[in-house]
């Protein structure tokens, strides 16, 4: 495997193998593929499609004898959204607030400290290199989850837990952040360029901002990415850190409100089911904008790691 | 690999003060990602092995029991279970999870229309959902109340299987860890895929290779590394098992206990029963199972290049 990640991130081949494809006669199978796909699509979307239903309808018409898989008579979309906002002095607005809050100084951060020691480890030969990049890389194997209680007890002793530190402090460590920027950096930044760079004069720390972090970007997207998508979807730790409701991000929040509906039954939690189904639609829709806006630079910078 | 300036010209004096730059430097750039490693990683897990030497009783105080609270964990059968729960979801989740997204992958690397393209991107969608959205998704489509499965089946005159009854659980978290992660290792294998010289399918073709032989002679063995590393990532995610169960325990009344998983079970030994000794005690030893396990399955493996060569 000695593809570079940049040939991965650039443009790649399509234009050329489209080509190549027409002209070759093994596109025989691709009508059955095709159904095979459209098949898999439908598993994929059948979750989005009964959410996006389901959110329009009222508490009356979620528990109402209609189909689960098409819209009611009555569309109640703004009438759920005015519950949902509204709903607990609207709390809901506060948990999105949070999550965007914990996601981008939580993944901001994870990224900058990410790039800093990806290419320090690439470019450098220093004491202790080596013993601490097995290091590094023997903490990706840690299951961070393992990590929840102790930091938990010992934030409790610095009186750190139930602040929004206790949930962005432990999103700062992506080990494997660092090890991704490792691998690209050794690749996308030359040494040539950079000892060129030290020859007209420019210290270190200027020849990383000037030199390598414009070559470093696609993989600085994907690691933003992957961080900020890390901390939008915590539930373990600031479920374990957090006991005020008003700090909650989203997905605490509505766990909450899910184990609160089942406590009470489809009868007394009725009203509050039409708002946990229109509250995770609306909870996805930034992290799919996301998605969809950056795709052609997280789609290259994911194979970083599955080609070193 | 790294930059040296070292030539015959360069004086032994200045070479010298290159490696004492070089070193600095280096340091420089590592120092910020390693106090936050030293503080938020070393630290609490020193601080579990130290919490797991002792035992809290209202009696006693806390007193120091050494290995006491391994010996118990390791003869509770509430952490045993959840440890026998999360093996074998492992032995069929993973391999389940690699075949669909190698598939999944592999047909995206044939088909290259844009329907594909299109496909691709949505079959990826569920990675970017919570884990707890997508599992109280499932929750609503497997129930009797919201979901279709009770519809499709009351058509056809069945009545449908309960996901969320004791004896489908199971099938149930199966289904719902692999809509959610299948897409992002399909991502990666088909990236892997995409890396592979095309000029090797054409020699392949002219030496006589079927579509199937050049699938399994070259494509499958030249992403063995991204099918290594999804397995890591498979099995560090599935041990720490947690989130799933945990939002579809209020739903499914009675099947998932509090101790279904080792870490369900750590959480409510510390945040239900206040007792964080137990707690770490099941944390650390659930981290050093899952980092063996892995370490060896990587040990195994090393030849077949991938993560850490």
Same mark, same amino acid.
């Given at each position: 495997?000695?593809?570079?990640?940049?040939?991965?991130?650039?443009?790649?081949?399509?234009?050329?193998?489209?080509?190549?494809?027409?002209?070759?006669?093994?596109? *025989?199978? *691709?009508?059955?593929?095709?159904?095979?796909?459209?098949? %898999?699509?439908?598993?994929?979307?059948?979750?989005?499609?009964?959410?996006?239903?389901?959110?329009?309808?009222?508490?009356?018409?979620?528990?109402?004898?209609?189909?689960? =898989?098409?819209?009611?008579?009555?569309?109640? #979309?703004?009438?759920?959204?005015?519950? !949902?906002?509204? #709903?607990?002095?609207?709390?809901?607005?506060?948990? &999105?607030?949070?999550?965007?809050?914990?996601?981008?100084?939580?993944?901001?951060?994870?990224?900058?400290?990410?790039?800093?020691?990806?290419?320090?480890?690439?470019?450098? *030969?220093?004491?202790? *290199?080596? &013993?601490?990049?097995?290091?590094?890389?023997?903490?990706?194997?840690?299951?961070?989850?393992? =990590?929840?209680?102790?930091?938990?007890?010992?934030?409790?002793?610095?009186? /750190?837990?139930?602040?929004?530190?206790?949930?962005?402090?432990?999103?700062?460590?992506?080990?494997?952040?660092? #090890?991704?920027?490792?691998?690209?950096?050794?690749?996308?930044?030359?040494?040539? /360029? %950079?000892?060129?760079?030290?020859?007209?004069?420019?210290?270190?720390?200027?020849?990383?901002?000037?030199?390598? /972090?414009?070559?470093?970007?696609?993989?600085?997207?994907?690691?933003?990415?992957?961080?900020?998508?890390?901390?939008?979807?915590?539930?373990?730790?600031?479920?374990?850190?957090?006991?005020?409701?008003?700090?909650?991000?989203?997905?605490?929040?509505?766990?909450?409100?899910?184990?609160?509906?089942?406590?009470?039954?489809?009868?007394?939690?009725?009203?509050?089911?039409?708002?946990?189904? %229109?509250?995770? =639609?609306?909870?996805?829709?930034?992290?799919?904008?996301?998605?969809?806006? !950056?795709?052609?630079?997280?789609?290259?910078?994911?194979?970083?790691?599955?080609?070193? | 690999?790294?930059?040296?300036?070292?030539?015959?010209?360069?004086?032994?004096?200045?070479?010298?003060?290159?490696?004492?730059?070089?070193?600095?430097?280096?340091?420089?750039? +590592?120092?910020?990602?390693?106090?936050?490693?030293?503080?938020?990683?070393?630290?609490?897990?020193?601080?579990?092995?130290?919490?797991?030497?002792?035992?809290?009783?209202?009696?006693?105080?806390? $007193?120091? +029991?050494?290995?006491?609270?391994?010996?118990?964990?390791?003869?509770?059968?509430?952490?045993?279970?959840?440890?026998?729960?999360?093996?074998?979801?492992?032995?069929?989740?993973?391999?389940?999870?690699?075949?669909?997204?190698?598939?999944?992958?592999?047909?995206?690397?044939?088909?290259?229309?844009?329907?594909?393209?299109?496909? $691709?991107?949505?079959?990826?969608?569920?990675?970017?959902?919570?884990?707890?959205?997508?599992?109280?998704?499932?929750?609503?489509?497997?129930?009797?109340? @919201?979901?279709?499965?009770?519809?499709?089946?009351?058509?056809?005159?069945?009545?449908?299987?309960?996901?969320?009854?004791?004896?489908?659980?199971?099938?149930?978290?199966?289904?719902?860890?692999?809509?959610?992660?299948?897409?992002?290792?399909?991502?990666?294998?088909?990236?892997?895929?995409?890396?592979?010289?095309?000029?090797?399918?054409?020699?392949?073709?002219?030496?006589?290779?079927?579509?199937?032989?050049?699938?399994?002679?070259?494509?499958?063995?030249?992403?063995?590394?991204?099918?290594?590393?999804?397995?890591?990532?498979?099995?560090?995610?599935?041990?720490? @098992?947690?989130?799933?169960?945990?939002?579809?325990?209020?739903?499914?009344?009675?099947?998932?206990?509090?101790?279904?998983?080792?870490?369900?079970?750590?959480?409510?030994?510390?945040?239900?029963?206040?007792?964080?000794?137990?707690?770490?005690?099941?944390?650390?030893?659930?981290?050093?199972?899952?980092?063996?396990?892995?370490?060896?399955?990587?040990?195994?493996? $090393?030849? $077949?290049?991938?993560?850490?060569?």
């Amino acid at each position: 495997m000695s593809v570079t990640p940049v040939e991965v991130t650039g443009t790649r081949t399509p234009p050329r193998r489209v080509i190549e494809r027409r002209r070759t006669p093994r596109e *025989r199978g *691709r009508i059955p593929l095709s159904i095979v796909l459209a098949l %898999l699509m439908i598993y994929f979307l059948v979750p989005f499609w009964w959410l996006i239903v389901n959110s329009s309808k009222t508490a009356a018409g979620l528990f109402g004898g209609g189909s689960s =898989l098409w819209f009611a008579d009555d569309i109640n #979309y703004l009438g759920n959204l005015v519950d !949902l906002f509204t #709903y607990g002095g609207g709390i809901y607005g506060r948990w &999105l607030a949070n999550s965007a809050l914990y996601a981008i100084v939580g993944g901001v951060g994870a990224t900058v400290l990410a790039v800093l020691a990806g290419y320090g480890f690439a470019k450098y *030969r220093f004491a202790g *290199r080596n &013993l601490s990049f097995a290091i590094l890389l023997g903490s990706v194997m840690v299951p961070t989850t393992a =990590l929840a209680i102790p930091t938990f007890v010992l934030f409790a002793q610095l009186g /750190l837990t139930n602040t929004i530190w206790a949930v962005i402090f432990p999103s700062l460590l992506n080990p494997f952040g660092v #090890y991704l920027m490792n691998v690209y950096a050794r690749d996308a930044v030359p040494d040539e /360029l %950079l000892d060129a760079a030290r020859v007209d004069g420019a210290g270190e720390f200027r020849s990383f901002f000037v030199v390598a /972090l414009p070559l470093l970007r696609p993989a600085i997207v994907t690691v933003l990415l992957l961080s900020v998508v890390a901390s939008w979807n915590n539930y373990f730790l600031p479920l374990v850190m957090l006991s005020d409701n008003r700090l909650f991000p989203v997905t605490v929040g509505i766990g909450l409100w899910q184990s609160t509906a089942s406590t009470y039954g489809a009868a007394g939690g009725q009203s509050l089911w039409s708002i946990i189904v %229109l509250g995770s =639609l609306v909870s996805v829709i930034p992290l799919i904008i996301a998605f969809l806006t !950056l795709q052609k630079y997280w789609r290259g910078g994911l194979a970083i790691g599955s080609l070193k | 690999m790294t930059a040296t300036l070292d030539s015959p010209a360069v004086s032994t004096k200045h070479r010298r003060s290159t490696v004492v730059r070089q070193n600095l430097t280096g340091w420089a750039f +590592v120092a910020p990602f390693g106090i936050i490693f030293l503080a938020l990683l070393v630290l609490p897990i020193g601080y579990a092995l130290y919490l797991s030497l002792f035992q809290k009783s209202l009696i006693g105080g806390t $007193r120091f +029991v050494l290995f006491g609270n391994y010996v118990k964990a390791f003869s509770d059968p509430s952490f045993l279970d959840g440890v026998w729960f999360v093996v074998r979801f492992s032995i069929v989740l993973i391999p389940l999870q690699m075949a669909v997204s190698l598939a999944i992958a592999l047909i995206l690397d044939i088909v290259v229309t844009r329907f594909a393209r299109f496909s $691709r991107l949505m079959i990826f969608m569920p990675y970017a959902i919570p884990t707890v959205i997508g599992a109280l998704m499932w929750g609503f489509l497997y129930s009797d109340n @919201f979901g279709p499965l009770a519809e499709i089946f009351e058509s056809f005159g069945r009545q449908a299987p309960d996901f969320l009854s004791s004896s489908l659980i199971f099938y149930g978290l199966l289904n719902i860890v692999t809509w959610q992660w299948a897409g992002y290792y399909m991502i990666i294998l088909y990236a892997a895929l995409q890396g592979i010289d095309p000029t090797l399918y054409e020699a392949a073709r002219i030496d006589g290779a079927s579509q199937w032989q050049i699938i399994l002679r070259i494509k499958i063995p030249l992403v063995t590394p991204a099918l290594v590393l999804i397995l890591v990532f498979a099995l560090i995610g599935t041990l720490q @098992f947690f989130n799933e169960p945990k939002i579809l325990q209020d739903l499914a009344a009675g099947a998932i206990p509090n101790d279904f998983t080792p870490n369900m079970y750590a959480y409510q030994q510390a945040f239900s029963l206040a007792n964080y000794n137990y707690g770490a005690t099941i944390s650390f030893a659930l981290g050093a199972v899952v980092f063996v396990c892995v370490y060896i399955f990587l040990f195994a493996t $090393r030849k $077949r290049g991938g993560f850490f060569s």
